[in-house]
């Protein structure tokens, strides 16, 4: 099965790195808010290699069709939850979004 992968970038704001963590983390906002789409397989965080501070998230959906139905049918409480979570962090940028 060929899925499809989203990969981000963070470098949490000073003195937020905790709640930055918790919202983009295993049992956080962003994962509850995904487990709604379907096809949504999993989020990992893990920190980058050689980039102090900075986390990376890897999100993965069954396929590019399962992510533009989650992203149209929960638009609003997607981009609530990231202007919400948009003071956790300083840094954020796209690394890949691969078939």
Do not use: N
């Not at 983009?24 to 290699?49: C, D, I, K, N």
Request: charged content about 30%; some cysteine; proline content about 5%.
């Amino acid at each position: 099965m060929i899925e499809h992968r989203l990969i981000w970038d963070f470098r949490p704001a000073p003195d937020r790195e905790a709640e930055f963590l918790a919202a983009y983390g295993a049992e956080g906002a962003w994962v509850r808010l995904f487990r709604r789409g379907e096809g949504y397989l999993g989020t990992r965080l893990e920190p980058v290699a050689g980039r102090p501070g900075t986390w990376r998230t890897v999100d993965r959906w069954a396929s590019p069709q399962d992510w533009r139905a989650f992203r149209q049918r929960y638009s609003r409480e997607y981009a609530a939850l990231d202007a919400e979570c948009e003071a956790l962090t300083e840094f954020e940028q796209a690394v890949e979004i691969a078939a």
